[in-house]
């Protein structure tokens, strides 16, 4: 079985190295795609060499200004040739790697995701609504793992090739966030299983790209969440709503907490920002 493990870099490839010395546990059968989302190349003369030095055949490509997450997967996805295709965040490695000869599952597999404290990360679940969306945001409550319907997350995300062609790859309407909800989603409906395999493990760091610029972020993610929840039927306006809401309470309680002070500056750009935006573009009201 051959894999393409597909990484999307922007303004930094310094966390490149873990991620790529942990492909060693695919197997030979394994090649390595990057798309340089930066604005001007990134000096990538070390990841040349360290794949060379791995013998992971490397392609690397650029669209020559910063296209969005979606649009560079799709990108790495159309010129490869190989029968799996892995998306995999720059910040991931993978810590164990099941023997995939015979794989139970044919559709879409996400792993376990542990975070630097070693901590499993909820990053599934099975249907995704507005109401889940604050659950998650504020309740300890979690979803319940996928099997065979619901989505995983596009840290680590691994589907056939051919698959994800034929769903049309990740939505470009999505800059970056939820379009591997969307995804996943769009494939329970086509009748294609998405799973969490618990023998696969990853580690994630999270948030490295976010963390330079994290009001921006936040914005993206409100864009894309708007965006998702009309898409698929729900109320963007409501979430719009509700995300002000959450926005001033999340400012008050930031400048409580001494360990969350420094991400005010970035929760006060996004709630200048739901103030005088409209529902985001592609969204409806009702």
Known sequence: M????CIVLYESADTLEP??????????????????????PLPLENVRELAARLRIPLRVERCGTNCGFARACNSLARGSTAEWLLFLNPDAQLLTWPDRSSPGVDGIVGPLVFDTRQRVTVTWGRRRSIAEEFMLRWTPLRP?????????????LLVPRLTFVELGGFDEHFFMYYEDIDLCLRANRAGTSVAVDPEWKVRHEGAVSAGRDFGTALIR???????????HGQNAGLYRFLCRVDARLRLAAFALLPSRRRQLPGMRQLSEYLAVTPVARGSRES
Not at 28 to 34: G, Q
Not at 144 to 156: F, H, I, T
Not at 221 to 231: I, L, R, V
């Open 221 to 231: 993610s409100y864009e894309s969440a708007a965006y998702f929840f009309s898409k």
């Open 19 to 40: 991620a790529i010395n942990s492909l060693s546990l695919i197997g030979s059968d394994v090649s390595l795609a990057i798309h340089d989302n930066s604005s001007k």
């Open 144 to 156: 319940r793992l996928p099997k065979g319907l619901g989505y995983v997350s596009g840290c680590a």
């Open 2 to 5: 051959t894999t393409e493990v």
